[in-house]
Nanobody, 117 residues
């Protein structure tokens, strides 16, 4: 059974940094594509980043490029999203997912990130 568990969300001031994590107890993270998506209140699901773990290639939405970094830790079987220079518009529930199709991929329960002064 595919399981994903996000953690690390919280409240941060504009310009600050935060790292969210995604543990994957049900499969090996190095064997598949992994995706971060987010959903702000009243808005549709938004793709943030995808890492192709077999090649190491990573892709980012224009809205986060240069500020966010996706990585994996094979020893911990986990996925991470390092978020720097956070803006109020980054406020959302962040989800990790197995695969690339944000509509059909299995996702975790999400972690809330709030950027506010």
């Amino acid at each position: 059974e595919v399981q994903l568990v996000e953690s690390g969300g919280g409240l941060v001031q504009p310009g600050g940094s935060l790292r969210v994590s995604c543990a994957a107890p049900g499969f090996t993270v190095s064997s598949t594509a992994l995706t971060w998506v987010r959903q702000a209140p009243g808005k549709d699901l938004e793709w943030v980043s995808t890492i192709m773990t077999t090649s190491g290639n990573t892709y980012y939405a224009d809205s986060v490029k240069g500020r966010f970094t996706t990585s994996i830790d094979n020893a911990k079987n986990s996925l991470y999203l390092q978020m720097n220079s956070l803006k109020s518009e980054d406020t959302a529930v962040y989800y990790c997912g197995k695969g690339r199709n944000i509509r059909t991929m299995t996702r975790g329960q999400g972690t809330q990130v709030t950027v506010s002064s």
